[in-house]
T-cell receptor
Framework: DAGVIQSPRHEVTEMGQEVTLRCKPI?????LFWYRQTMMRGLELLIYFNNNVPIDDSGMPEDRFSAKMPNASFSTLKIQPSEPRDSAVYFC?????????FGPGTRLTVL | GENVEQHPSTLSVQEGDSAVIKCTYSDSASNYFPWYKQELGKRPQLIIDIRSNVGEKKDQRIAVTLNKTAKHFSLHITETQPEDSAVYFC??????????FGAGTILRVKS
């Protein structure tokens, strides 16, 4: 198994641009999580899905952030418009029974 | 909501010594407590977890203890090795899925 796959691994964009992060969970996992990690705020859960349905999006910082999971093997996290304070590492994770397996992360830099 | 505090923020030990990291949580309904290790530039990885019906769990050089009454749990690493150097995160969850992470502990093992 290839593990959780995220793309791109690095993204540099300018303020105001739309950013789309992608995630492919481990096959057979029915939970998918999006996290953001920064030095100031640590590791924060943004949103999670169960069987492709969003369960808790209380961690999504503002309306500029949106996430979708159109099928069991794909999810996106979109930021529109992006701002410099969105710069962070974004992790996707998936699980079947509690243990969450993290992807390699996307390092986002918004100039 | 749940709040997890983690101490210390940094910990330096000599190779071969033991290391202890402590966490407290606020929600008495939390019943799942995982610990993640994150090496520099890498993804978090689960190293051990414990559920509220168990007071202690061991896996080779790693152990976790849980005190439900006091609402705190600890990670114990014995016979530390340089490869144990990393950031360690504790987390707590009510439903086993929505994890609230502590701020992390930077562990340095000096050889």
């Amino acid at each position: 198994d290839a593990g959780v796959i995220q793309s791109p691994r690095h993204e540099v964009t300018e303020m105001g641009q739309e950013v789309t992060l992608r995630c492919k969970p481990i096959s057979g996992h029915d939970y998918l999580f999006w996290y953001r990690q920064t030095m100031m705020r640590g590791l924060e859960l943004l949103i999670y899905f169960n069987n492709n349905v969003p369960i808790d999006d209380s961690g999504m910082p503002e309306d500029r952030f949106s996430a979708k999971m159109p099928n069991a093997s794909f999810s996106t996290l979109k930021i529109q418009p992006s701002e410099p304070r969105d710069s962070a590492v974004y992790f996707c994770a998936s699980s079947r029974q509690n243990e969450q397996f993290f992807g390699p992360g996307t390092r986002l830099t918004v100039l | 909501g749940e709040n997890v505090e983690q101490h210390p923020s940094t910990l330096s030990v000599q190779e071969g010594d033991s290391a202890v990291i402590k966490c407290t949580y606020s929600d008495s309904a939390s019943n799942y407590f995982p610990w993640y290790k994150q090496e520099l530039g890498k993804r978090p990885q689960l190293i051990i977890d414990i559920r509220s019906n168990v007071g202690e769990k061991k896996d080779q050089r790693i152990a976790v203890t849980l005190n439900k009454t006091a609402k705190h749990f600890s990670l114990h690493i014995t016979e530390t090795q340089p490869e144990d150097s990393a950031v360690y995160f504790c987390a707590a969850s009510v439903n086993g899925n929505k994890l609230v992470f502590g701020a992390g502990t930077i562990l340095r093992v000096k050889s």
